[in-house]
């Protein structure tokens, strides 16, 4: 990895199911609906199931490392990154300190004090790396239908998951 990693998050949705929410939805529980998946809010509009965490090489776009949470995690709780690597973040992880040499997370306003002419140089600089990683999940989505999720556990989805990241490294090697 010479020229820095991506790190970012999507969602992938999985059954919520139609039963009301005081059913019981425990290990005994025999359901279609997942077990450990929550609620989140995307723009304005409810979303249920799992993040998708992923680590991305900048330079051939190769899935390096990938976690997955439940859907409420917010996305700065995680960081994959090592020691010696330059990270590449949107705002979403500001305020976060990674295990990386190298942050180039993007800069967010807060009140009071909005962003300087520097940082939104600084922001439009690294928004055009980090474009790179949005192929990755529109592949998973699209490509692969692994947008929607129907196992009831957070381990199924883990090695789903697993499975469909090793899958869009072989489909990347075609483009090497």
Not at 140 to 161: A, C, E, Q
């Given at each position: 990895?010479?020229?820095?990693?991506?790190?970012?998050?999507?969602?992938?949705?999985?059954?919520?199911?139609?039963?009301?929410?005081?059913?019981?939805?425990?290990?005994?529980?025999?359901?279609?609906?997942?077990?450990?998946?929550?609620?989140?809010?995307?723009g304005k509009k409810?979303?249920?199931?799992?993040?998708?965490?992923?680590?991305?090489?900048?330079?051939?776009?190769?899935?390096?490392?990938?976690?997955?949470?439940?859907?409420?995690?917010?996305?700065?709780?995680?960081?994959?990154?090592?020691?010696?690597?330059?990270?590449?973040?949107?705002?979403?992880?500001?305020?976060?300190?990674?295990?990386?040499s190298m942050d180039?997370?993007?800069?967010?306003?807060?009140?009071?004090?909005?962003?300087?002419?520097?940082?939104?140089?600084?922001?439009?600089?690294?928004?055009?790396?980090?474009?790179?990683?949005?192929?990755?999940?529109?592949?998973?989505?699209?490509?692969?239908?692994?947008?929607?999720?129907?196992?009831?556990?957070?381990?199924?989805?883990?090695?789903?998951?697993?499975?469909?990241?090793?899958?869009?490294?072989?489909?990347?090697?075609?483009?090497?």
């Amino acid at each position: 990895m010479k020229r820095g990693t991506i790190q970012d998050a999507s969602i992938i949705t999985a059954d919520p199911g139609h039963a009301p929410a005081d059913k019981p939805r425990g290990d005994v529980a025999k359901t279609r609906r997942s077990r450990d998946g929550s609620w989140t809010k995307k723009g304005k509009k409810s979303e249920f199931g799992y993040k998708l965490h992923s680590l991305i090489d900048k330079e051939c776009q190769f899935i390096r490392r990938f976690g997955t949470t439940t859907a409420s995690v917010h996305d700065s709780q995680i960081d994959l990154s090592q020691k010696g690597e330059t990270i590449y973040r949107n705002k979403g992880y500001f305020g976060s300190i990674p295990f990386a040499s190298m942050d180039k997370t993007m800069r967010r306003a807060v009140r009071g004090h909005p962003l300087s002419t520097k940082d939104k140089r600084r922001n439009r600089a690294i928004s055009r790396v980090r474009s790179l990683v949005e192929r990755p999940f529109a592949v998973i989505k699209r490509v692969f239908h692994s947008g929607h999720l129907m196992v009831t556990t957070h381990l199924w989805v883990h090695v789903k998951m697993l499975f469909v990241c090793f899958s869009y490294n072989l489909f990347n090697l075609l483009t090497i």
